[in-house]
Protein backbone atom coordinates (compact mmCIF):
# COMPACT_ATOMS: atom_id res chain seq x y z
CA UNK A 1 0.00 0.00 0.00
CA UNK A 2 1.53 3.45 -0.93
CA UNK A 3 1.76 5.95 2.15
CA UNK A 4 4.17 7.74 4.06
CA UNK A 5 6.61 6.05 6.73
CA UNK A 6 7.87 8.61 9.47
CA UNK A 7 10.74 7.11 11.93
CA UNK A 8 11.19 6.69 14.61
CA UNK A 9 7.27 6.78 16.20
CA UNK A 10 9.09 8.26 19.80
CA UNK A 11 12.35 10.45 19.84
CA UNK A 12 14.52 11.38 22.92
CA UNK A 13 17.05 14.46 22.98
CA UNK A 14 19.41 15.66 24.93
CA UNK A 15 19.57 19.45 25.11
CA UNK A 16 22.64 20.55 22.55
CA UNK A 17 21.87 17.78 20.18
CA UNK A 18 20.76 17.47 16.98
CA UNK A 19 18.45 14.80 15.72
CA UNK A 20 17.37 13.97 12.39
CA UNK A 21 13.39 12.43 12.10
CA UNK A 22 12.66 10.42 8.93
CA UNK A 23 10.29 10.72 6.18
CA UNK A 24 9.92 8.53 3.55
CA UNK A 25 7.02 7.97 0.46
CA UNK A 26 6.38 5.58 -2.00
CA UNK A 27 3.09 7.84 -3.49
CA UNK A 28 5.13 9.50 -6.22
CA UNK A 29 4.00 12.61 -5.23
CA UNK A 30 6.16 15.79 -5.90
CA UNK A 31 5.20 18.21 -2.63
CA UNK A 32 6.28 17.44 0.90
CA UNK A 33 5.56 19.26 3.71
CA UNK A 34 6.83 19.10 7.53
CA UNK A 35 4.43 20.17 10.40
CA UNK A 36 4.81 20.88 13.71
CA UNK A 37 1.56 19.86 15.72
CA UNK A 38 1.29 21.42 19.28
CA UNK A 39 -1.97 21.06 21.98
CA UNK A 40 -4.12 24.03 21.40
CA UNK A 41 -2.83 24.67 17.87
CA UNK A 42 -3.08 24.01 14.24
CA UNK A 43 -0.82 22.23 12.44
CA UNK A 44 2.47 24.89 11.50
CA UNK A 45 4.51 24.76 8.57
CA UNK A 46 8.05 23.93 8.91
CA UNK A 47 9.58 23.45 5.45
CA UNK A 48 8.27 21.85 2.17
CA UNK A 49 9.65 21.07 -1.02
CA UNK A 50 7.72 21.29 -4.55
CA UNK A 51 10.37 18.99 -6.31
CA UNK A 52 14.04 17.24 -5.71
CA UNK A 53 16.77 19.43 -4.56
CA UNK A 54 14.59 22.30 -3.53
CA UNK A 55 12.76 23.49 -0.72
CA UNK A 56 11.25 26.48 1.31
CA UNK A 57 10.84 27.67 4.42
CA UNK A 58 7.22 27.68 6.38
CA UNK A 59 6.04 29.95 9.09
CA UNK A 60 8.75 28.16 11.40
CA UNK A 61 11.52 27.00 10.43
CA UNK A 62 13.95 28.44 12.79
CA UNK A 63 15.79 26.09 14.23
CA UNK A 64 15.27 23.42 11.74
CA UNK A 65 16.62 22.47 8.51
CA UNK A 66 15.74 19.76 5.74
CA UNK A 67 17.31 18.13 2.54
CA UNK A 68 15.33 16.78 -0.58
CA UNK A 69 17.90 14.75 -2.49
CA UNK A 70 15.26 12.05 -3.78
CA UNK A 71 11.84 12.36 -4.16
CA UNK A 72 11.27 10.04 -2.04
CA UNK A 73 12.92 10.84 1.49
CA UNK A 74 12.41 14.11 2.80
CA UNK A 75 14.05 14.41 6.17
CA UNK A 76 14.09 17.20 8.73
CA UNK A 77 17.02 18.04 11.25
CA UNK A 78 16.13 19.59 14.68
CA UNK A 79 19.26 21.12 15.23
CA UNK A 80 20.08 22.95 19.07
CA UNK A 81 19.27 26.16 18.05
CA UNK A 82 15.21 24.91 18.21
CA UNK A 83 14.48 26.75 21.76
CA UNK A 84 11.30 24.49 22.19
CA UNK A 85 11.62 21.28 20.02
CA UNK A 86 9.08 18.84 22.36
CA UNK A 87 6.17 18.52 19.91
CA UNK A 88 4.47 15.68 17.34
CA UNK A 89 5.96 16.11 13.96
CA UNK A 90 4.20 15.43 11.17
CA UNK A 91 5.01 14.72 7.37
CA UNK A 92 2.59 15.15 4.34
CA UNK A 93 2.63 15.12 0.89
CA UNK A 94 -0.45 17.21 -1.35
CA UNK A 95 -1.34 15.87 -4.57
CA UNK A 96 -4.49 17.61 -5.79
CA UNK A 97 -5.31 19.38 -3.29
CA UNK A 98 -5.51 15.96 -0.63
CA UNK A 99 -2.76 15.28 2.01
CA UNK A 100 -1.61 12.39 3.07
CA UNK A 101 -0.17 12.20 6.47
CA UNK A 102 2.77 10.23 8.27
CA UNK A 103 2.07 8.49 11.53
CA UNK A 104 4.38 10.85 13.05
CA UNK A 105 7.23 11.58 15.13
CA UNK A 106 6.94 12.40 19.16
CA UNK A 107 10.08 14.07 19.96
CA UNK A 108 10.76 14.81 23.80
CA UNK A 109 13.97 17.02 24.62
CA UNK A 110 15.11 15.45 28.23
CA UNK B 1 -3.74 36.02 5.37
CA UNK B 2 -5.79 33.31 6.51
CA UNK B 3 -7.81 32.07 9.37
CA UNK B 4 -9.56 29.39 10.58
CA UNK B 5 -11.65 28.68 13.67
CA UNK B 6 -13.29 25.92 15.23
CA UNK B 7 -14.74 25.04 18.63
CA UNK B 8 -12.16 23.45 20.66
CA UNK B 9 -14.45 20.41 21.99
CA UNK B 10 -17.83 18.78 21.59
CA UNK B 11 -19.40 16.05 22.75
CA UNK B 12 -21.79 14.07 21.74
CA UNK B 13 -24.11 10.88 22.64
CA UNK B 14 -23.62 7.56 20.63
CA UNK B 15 -25.58 7.11 17.94
CA UNK B 16 -26.85 10.41 17.31
CA UNK B 17 -25.48 13.31 14.94
CA UNK B 18 -22.81 15.91 15.81
CA UNK B 19 -22.07 18.74 13.71
CA UNK B 20 -18.66 20.17 14.01
CA UNK B 21 -18.23 23.65 12.40
CA UNK B 22 -15.38 25.76 10.79
CA UNK B 23 -15.31 29.01 10.05
CA UNK B 24 -12.59 31.09 7.83
CA UNK B 25 -11.19 34.22 6.29
CA UNK B 26 -9.64 33.98 3.46
CA UNK B 27 -8.60 36.81 0.56
CA UNK B 28 -8.94 33.65 -1.75
CA UNK B 29 -10.44 30.04 -1.99
CA UNK B 30 -9.44 26.74 -3.73
CA UNK B 31 -11.03 24.33 -1.40
CA UNK B 32 -12.08 23.04 2.32
CA UNK B 33 -11.02 19.79 3.55
CA UNK B 34 -11.57 17.80 6.58
CA UNK B 35 -9.53 15.10 8.49
CA UNK B 36 -9.72 12.88 11.73
CA UNK B 37 -6.99 12.26 14.17
CA UNK B 38 -6.82 9.74 16.76
CA UNK B 39 -4.68 10.72 19.81
CA UNK B 40 -1.08 10.04 18.81
CA UNK B 41 -1.98 9.03 15.08
CA UNK B 42 -1.64 10.43 11.14
CA UNK B 43 -4.74 12.71 10.40
CA UNK B 44 -6.51 10.76 7.35
CA UNK B 45 -8.61 12.70 5.08
CA UNK B 46 -12.82 12.43 5.16
CA UNK B 47 -14.43 15.25 2.63
CA UNK B 48 -13.37 18.21 0.64
CA UNK B 49 -16.15 20.91 -0.56
CA UNK B 50 -14.45 23.16 -3.47
CA UNK B 51 -17.87 24.00 -4.62
CA UNK B 52 -20.81 25.18 -2.43
CA UNK B 53 -22.80 22.64 -1.12
CA UNK B 54 -23.19 19.15 0.58
CA UNK B 55 -20.79 16.06 0.08
CA UNK B 56 -21.52 12.76 1.14
CA UNK B 57 -19.34 9.71 2.26
CA UNK B 58 -20.98 7.04 4.22
CA UNK B 59 -21.68 8.54 7.41
CA UNK B 60 -19.61 11.88 7.08
CA UNK B 61 -21.25 14.80 5.38
CA UNK B 62 -19.64 18.40 4.89
CA UNK B 63 -21.07 21.45 3.81
CA UNK B 64 -19.62 24.36 2.50
CA UNK B 65 -20.81 27.99 1.90
CA UNK B 66 -18.41 29.87 0.13
CA UNK B 67 -20.61 33.53 0.55
CA UNK B 68 -21.21 33.34 4.31
CA UNK B 69 -17.48 31.78 4.88
CA UNK B 70 -18.62 28.80 6.87
CA UNK B 71 -18.75 25.36 6.47
CA UNK B 72 -19.67 22.21 8.87
CA UNK B 73 -18.87 18.17 9.18
CA UNK B 74 -21.49 16.33 10.19
CA UNK B 75 -21.10 13.25 11.86
CA UNK B 76 -24.21 10.79 12.05
CA UNK B 77 -24.86 7.71 13.84
CA UNK B 78 -22.38 8.43 15.89
CA UNK B 79 -19.89 5.41 17.50
CA UNK B 80 -17.32 5.34 20.27
CA UNK B 81 -14.50 4.89 17.89
CA UNK B 82 -15.32 8.48 16.61
CA UNK B 83 -13.80 9.84 19.48
CA UNK B 84 -11.18 11.56 18.13
CA UNK B 85 -10.38 15.10 16.45
CA UNK B 86 -11.41 16.97 13.53
CA UNK B 87 -9.84 19.81 11.67
CA UNK B 88 -10.61 21.84 9.02
CA UNK B 89 -8.16 22.65 6.37
CA UNK B 90 -8.00 26.10 3.94
CA UNK B 91 -6.58 25.65 0.51
CA UNK B 92 -6.12 29.35 -0.18
CA UNK B 93 -4.44 28.97 -3.39
CA UNK B 94 -0.44 27.50 -4.44
CA UNK B 95 1.40 25.35 -2.19
CA UNK B 96 2.17 27.10 0.50
CA UNK B 97 -1.26 28.81 1.52
CA UNK B 98 -2.60 25.43 3.46
CA UNK B 99 -3.89 26.89 6.73
CA UNK B 100 -4.91 23.73 9.72
CA UNK B 101 -8.07 24.85 12.30
CA UNK B 102 -6.62 23.59 15.77
CA UNK B 103 -9.02 20.90 15.44
CA UNK B 104 -12.27 20.14 17.18
CA UNK B 105 -12.16 17.17 19.95
CA UNK B 106 -15.21 14.74 19.79
CA UNK B 107 -15.72 12.31 22.75
CA UNK B 108 -18.48 10.60 22.44
CA UNK B 109 -20.33 9.19 25.26
CA UNK B 110 -22.27 6.22 25.77
Known amino acids: DGGITQSPKYLFRKEGQNVTLSCEQNLNHDAMYWYRQDPGQGLRLIYY???????QKGDIAEGYSVSREKKESFPLTVTSAQKNPTAFYLCASLNRGLWTFGSGTRLTVV | GQSLEQPSEVTAVEGAIVQINCTYQ??????LSWYQQHDGGAPTFLSY????GLEETGRFSSFLSRSDSYGYLLLQELQMKDSASYFC???????????FGIGTKLQVIP
Open chain 2, 49 to 52: NALD
Open chain 2, 26 to 31: TSGFYG
Open chain 1, 49 to 55: SQIVNDF
Open chain 2, 89 to 99: ALNSGGYQKVT
